[in-house]
């Protein structure tokens, strides 16, 4: 019976957990969960010359490009750092990822502006990441 009564338990929180869940994953933006869309946002954004973002975007997506590959787990809270660590067991795409990611770290969080130049770099290798999958 106490067996009984643990398994009951459990079962009710595993299935409260992927209730909260579900609603969590439905009200993200529709731009997380696809990269197609990411990468249409991405063009849009250069086009006004936010390259910052766009370069953001493009960024996010060929992470979100990985996930779809089942290569990593996408979490907004890890650095890229950390995902390089992850791509690890998968030399190519930790080699295709390391100069992108430095990029993204000194365009973004250090003190030079990103130009067009540096989106195109970016928008290379998502669409190179993006033959990849296929």
Do not use: C
């Not at 990103?114 to 190179?128: A, C, S």
């Amino acid at each position: 019976v106490v067996i009984f009564l643990i398994i009951k338990n459990l079962r009710t929180r595993v299935a409260h957990e992927q209730a909260r869940i579900a609603l969590v994953e439905k009200d993200l933006p529709v731009e997380r969960m696809r990269s197609e869309t990411i990468y249409d946002k991405a063009l849009r954004e250069a086009e006004k010359g936010n390259y910052a973002e766009a370069i953001r975007l493009l960024t996010i997506g060929s992470l979100l490009l990985l996930e779809a590959r089942r290569v990593i787990n996408y979490q907004d809270s890890l650095t890229n750092g950390e995902y390089l660590r992850e791509l690890l067991v998968e030399q190519h795409l930790h080699s295709m990822f390391a100069t992108p990611l430095a990029l993204f770290d000194r365009l973004i969080y250090g003190f030079q502006s990103p130009d067009k130049k540096d989106f195109e770099i970016f928008r290379v290798f998502y669409l190179d990441l993006e033959r990849l999958k296929k």
